[in-house]
């Protein structure tokens, strides 16, 4: 099994095949990756397609030169792309909750009074207040939509589980936790709207 840095060299001399190996080997992270990012109203498969042109990016710019791995080079330009993708999808700047969050820190703390989050913004001195103001009103947000259960269920997909992994955890259905998030996803949007308007 070759290493990244041998799959890079092998892409760079014009294999296909060596380039469809690294897209391959780190599907999986991207996927990861975007689960730490939730845009309301957004799909997650919206999210994975940015990553993958982060790691596509990250494949074509890759120098082995540098003091630094492959893999670490790649969560970079994939974070960096997601990032880059959500703020300018979020132009508007009369509708500042709109904005994408960041779950990238969601810890596996049961309690719902620590809920790291972080507002993805062009942050000017300005916006660096009103994201204060806007990080407190989401948080407080979520603690009062969501039900015990559906902040579990939100935590631990944000953490990378699969529903398998969660139904275990959790002790319910497969099927409820796709329902869980779309009730999420949906509860979360509507109190923005109504926050908003």
Known sequence: MFTDEELINKIKNGDDLAENELFSRYKDLVVKISRGYFIVGGDLEDIVQEGMIGLYKAIKGYSGHKETTFKTFAVLCIKHQIQTAIRRANTNKNK??????????????????YLPIELILDTTPAEKVIDKENYNTLKDIIKKTLSNLEFQVLRLYLSGYSYKEISKELKIKEKSIDNSLSRIKQKLKNKLIQKEN
């Not at 500042?96 to 009074?113: C, G, I, K, W, Y």
């Open 96 to 113: 500042p909750l709109s904005r994408a969050v960041s779950f990238q820190n969601f810890t596996s703390t049961e309690t719902m009074d």
